[in-house]
């Protein structure tokens, strides 16, 4: 693989404008909080936290806060939200493992921006409950059975996706614990069991998801895949997932790019260091978008026919997450970063805080 950008392929600043992209979400986002993946559609708990980091990355922190609260208002017992949400309201009452404990990587990136205390005090009764809740889904061999299905039962299925982003949820939620000056060992103990499966164990994962390109970078870009080995994931599934020039298949045997894809990969590309290689995937979708600067959320290849049409605000949230990544525009721009989590003293596993007791562990 030896792709190259030259000089005038850079990214220019008139063709990603950091306002447009974020006033879009914050358009699209309900007067109590609620971000919909579009105008009257559903949202459910990880776009929702995704598209407040995208508001984050864009300058509208209380917009950010009253999305956070939002979820918190509406937590269950056991820590996890429902699936599907439309105007507040439950629409699918299966309780995902990585949609619920996702909102520990949105606070711990609105935390980098922000350093808001007060909201992460306020809140870590919320995060608690939530990696608890993931946590307890996860078999003695690591890995997390993806969700309790509405009737009460366990899926016995574990996602490499799925469980590659709890990794990230449980290492940010340990991030902001030591934060906090609080030690949660048992959580530590689950975030390596959790990452020896994904790279040691992919017989427990639910292979036939292995079609979709997530399966392919998500393991790097939540920090579980690095160096050599991250470089080498990215060599071996490069041509079975790219269309050169255009961005990522959604999934390998359909003609399909979809723009979050293509700017997660960045993120993950970025992440493991290969700027160069995610400012190059990056322009390639930096003009896919609508007059009002917003982002398409796919399209065919090769006829570059725009489906669906509909104006996406996760979609819109990642785009900024990828650009500041690659271009440094916040703080929060390190998260993804495998130099930062490992150099940094908020890494887990690394010094030694008071253990957090609560009336939530029993």
Known sequence: MDVKLSSSERLQPNRFDIGEVASFIARTQRSDGEIPWAVGQKSDPWDHIESAMGLSVGGYHEEARRAFRWLAERQLEDGSWYTAYRNGVPEDKTRDANLSSYIAVGLFHHFLITKDHALLEQLWPTIFRAIQFA???????????WAISPKGNIDPMALLTGSSSIYMSIKCALALAKILGLSMPSWERACIKLADAVKNKPYLFNMTKSRFSMDWFYPILAGIITGTDAQER?????????????????????????????????????????????????????????????????????????????????????????????????????????????????????????????????
Request: hydrophobic share 40%.
């Open 135 to 145: 946590v307890s889904l996860q078999t003695p061999n690591g890995e997390i059975y």
């Open 234 to 362: 990215i060599d071996r599934y490069w041509k079975k997932f790219i269309v050169e020039d255009r961005g990522v298949r959604c999934v390998s045997d359909k003609p399909w790019v979809t723009i979050a894809e293509t700017a997660e990969l960045t993120l993950a590309l970025a992440g493991m260091g290969n700027l160069e290689l995610a400012r190059i995937v990056f322009n390639w979708i930096s003009d896919r978008r609508y007059e009002d600067g917003s982002y398409w959320c796919g399209f065919t290849c090769p006829d570059l026919v725009t489906w669906p049409e509909d104006k996406i605000t996760w979609t819109n949230a990642v785009t900024l997450i990828a650009a500041d990544a690659i271009y440094n525009l916040t703080p929060a721009s390190v998260l993804f970063s495998h130099q930062f989590w490992a150099a940094s003293e908020l890494s887990p596993f690394v010094g030694s805080y008071k253990v957090y007791t609560s009336s939530f562990l029993t």
